[in-house]
C-alpha cells in the first residue's frame, strides 16, 4: 500500500517560476525524503527532513514538513530545464523502519 | 566508484521463463533492496537485505525469489516469467539507518517485458 501520495500527478511552468509539490502520508514518521527521477533514469536522492524540523534548504530546494497533518511540499525556487522530472517523497513504512514507501511522484515539466 | 550497477538494462522474456537480475554495489553498502515501478503505481518493494545472509519480504515478493552471499551483490530471480511482472526494476543500497534515516542510492534500471 501506498504510504505517500503526491500532489499534483502534473505540473507545467514556465522556466523562471517557481514549482510546489506536495506529499501526503498515512503513519508516524521520524523522516521524510525526497527524491528526483529523470526519465530513463533510477531515483536520485534531493533532502531528507527529520520529523523535529519544520523546514529545510538546500541550494534551490525548500522542504517543509507539517506532521500534524502528516504532510510536507517541496518547492523548487527559478525553476530550470534541468529540473524537468519526476519527483518522489519517501517515508518509513513504519517509525524509524528502514523500509522506505514511495508515493506516485510528480512529473513537473519546465517549459524554456 | 560506480555506485550500484544492474544488468541487463533490458530483457524481454516470454511466459514461463526464468531469469536472474543482477545488482552490484561498491559502496560496502549493508542494506540492499529491489523495487518494482509500474505506471501510476510509483515504486513498490519486492525484497530486502540488511546484511549478507539477511533477506526478507517486502510489500509484493509473491513470483521473486532473492539471495544475499555477499556484501556486494543482491540478485533478483524470477522463478517462472508472468506478464504481470513486465515493470522496470530498480534496486538501491545504503549504509541502512543512519542516525534514523535510510538513504538509497539506486540503480539505473532494468526494464522488463514479458511476453
Known amino acids: 500500500s501506498q504510504q505517500g501520495e503526491e500532489d499534483p500527478q502534473a505540473l507545467s511552468i514556465q522556466e523562471g517560476e517557481n514549482a510546489t509539490m506536495n506529499c501526503s502520508y498515512k503513519?508516524?514518521?521520524?523522516?521524510l525524503q525526497w527524491y528526483r527521477q529523470n526519465s530513463g533514469r533510477g531515483l536520485v536522492h534531493l533532502i531528507l527532513?527529520?520529523?523535529?524540523?519544520r523546514e529545510k534548504h538546500s541550494g534551490r530546494l525548500r522542504v517543509t514538513l507539517d506532521t500534524s497533518k502528516k504532510s510536507s511540499s517541496l518547492l523548487i525556487t527559478a525553476s530550470r530545464a534541468a529540473d524537468t522530472a519526476s519527483y518522489f517523497c519517501?517515508?518509513?513504512?513504519?517509525?524509524?523502519?528502514?523500509?522506505?514507501?514511495f508515493g506516485t511522484g510528480t512529473r513537473l515539466t519546465i517549459i524554456p | 566508484n560506480a555506485g550500484v550497477t544492474q544488468t541487463p538494462k533490458f530483457q524481454v522474456l516470454k511466459t514461463g521463463q526464468s531469469m536472474t537480475l543482477q545488482c552490484a554495489q561498491d559502496?560496502?553498502?549493508?542494506?540492499m533492496s529491489w523495487y518494482r515501478q509500474d505506471p501510476g503505481m510509483g515504486l513498490r518493494l519486492i525484497h530486502y537485505?540488511?546484511?549478507?545472509?539477511?533477506?526478507d519480504q517486502g510489500e509484493v515478493p509473491n513470483g521473486y525469489n532473492v539471495s544475499r552471499s555477499t556484501t556486494e551483490d543482491f540478485p533478483l530471480r524470477l522463478l517462472s516469467a508472468a506478464p504481470s511482472q513486465t515493470s522496470v526494476y530498480f534496486c538501491?543500497?545504503?549504509?541502512?539507518?543512519?542516525?534514523?534515516?535510510?538513504?538509497?542510492?539506486f540503480g539505473a534500471g532494468s526494464r522488463l517485458t514479458v511476453l
Open positions: 538501491a543500497s545504503s549504509y541502512g539507518l543512519t542516525s534514523g534515516a535510510n538513504v538509497l542510492t
Open positions: 503513519t508516524s514518521i521520524n523522516n
Open positions: 527532513i527529520r520529523s523535529n524540523e
Open positions: 519517501a517515508t518509513p513504512q513504519d517509525f524509524g523502519n528502514e523500509k522506505l514507501t
Open positions: 559502496m560496502n553498502h549493508e542494506y
Open positions: 537485505s540488511v546484511g549478507a545472509g539477511i533477506t
